[in-house]
């Protein structure tokens, strides 16, 4: 029997509802590794129909910290430390970023994207404007079959959550829930050897939205 079960979504915008792919992952506690089934659903979705805060960053310009509508970004939060792709150590308290590396802003198409460092392939730290209980955001262009870390933190840099997302290739947005309440995130141990873009950040908090 699985204990602890989260859900973690992926939608293709360039593919019909053509298929369900049932896939192990594992999702790391910060002691204890879960091994549990995960329900992967690829189907059409509109980046601008998902729901939630959007994260505005048609405004935004290179730096290493980016402050814009709904969130600010930084290669890391204060209290870690890069060591090669890894990111270690656990954010202070408050959860508060700490500018690093250089975070770039690139034009595709029609709408900005974000890029940690010359490279594509740095970390990426994101603090909400408010608490959260769900995040979806696009990440590519990925040369399949790749992975990334994506740490989730409270407001009080406490770990919320943990999990190992398989990248899948071009552009995709991915969609997370049922994680817990958090304030940020930390994504990393990019190895797609091209690196990877990040827009359309949306999130919302179901809590306050449902009045529970």
């Given at each position: 029997m699985?204990?602890?079960?989260k859900?973690?979504?992926?939608?293709?915008?360039?593919?019909?509802?053509?298929?369900?792919?049932?896939?192990?992952?594992?999702?790391?506690?910060?002691k204890?590794?879960?091994?549990?089934?995960?329900?992967?659903?690829?189907?059409?979705?509109?980046?601008?129909?998902?729901?939630?805060?959007?994260?505005?960053?048609?405004?935004a310009?290179?730096?290493?910290?980016?402050?814009?509508?709904?969130?600010?970004?930084?290669?890391?939060?204060?209290?870690?430390?890069?060591?090669?792709a890894?990111?270690?150590?656990?954010?202070?308290?408050?959860?508060t970023?700490?500018?690093?590396g250089?975070?770039?802003?690139?034009?595709l198409g029609?709408?900005n994207?974000?890029?940690p460092?010359?490279?594509?392939?740095?970390?990426l730290?994101?603090?909400?404007?408010?608490?959260?209980?769900?995040?979806?955001?696009?990440?590519?262009?990925?040369?399949s079959?790749?992975?990334?870390?994506i740490?989730?933190?409270?407001s009080?840099?406490?770990?919320?959550?943990?999990?190992?997302?398989?990248?899948?290739?071009?552009?995709n947005?991915?969609?997370f829930?049922?994680?817990?309440?958090?304030?940020?995130?930390?994504?990393?141990?990019?190895?797609?050897?091209?690196?990877?873009?990040f827009?359309?950040?949306?999130?919302?908090?179901?809590?306050?939205?449902?009045?529970?």
């Amino acid at each position: 029997m699985f204990t602890n079960r989260k859900s973690v979504y992926y939608y293709e915008n360039t593919k019909l509802a053509i298929s369900i792919i049932l896939q192990h992952g594992g999702i790391k506690m910060k002691k204890t590794v879960i091994v549990l089934t995960a329900i992967t659903i690829l189907f059409t979705f509109a980046g601008n129909a998902l729901p939630g805060q959007l994260i505005d960053l048609s405004t935004a310009n290179s730096a290493t910290y980016i402050k814009v509508p709904g969130a600010s970004f930084a290669q890391i939060f204060k209290g870690e430390t890069l060591s090669g792709a890894e990111v270690v150590g656990a954010p202070s308290n408050p959860l508060t970023l700490s500018p690093l590396g250089d975070l770039i802003i690139e034009p595709l198409g029609t709408v900005n994207t974000i890029v940690p460092d010359i490279n594509y392939n740095g970390p990426l730290s994101v603090i909400l404007d408010s608490d959260a209980t769900f995040i979806s955001f696009v990440m590519g262009h990925a040369e399949s079959p790749i992975s990334v870390k994506i740490d989730f933190f409270a407001s009080d840099g406490s770990l919320v959550h943990s999990v190992d997302q398989q990248i899948y290739k071009n552009y995709n947005t991915y969609y997370f829930k049922d994680l817990g309440v958090f304030r940020g995130l930390t994504i990393y141990c990019n190895d797609d050897p091209a690196g990877l873009r990040f827009y359309n950040f949306k999130y919302e908090n179901n809590l306050i939205a449902s009045g529970n």
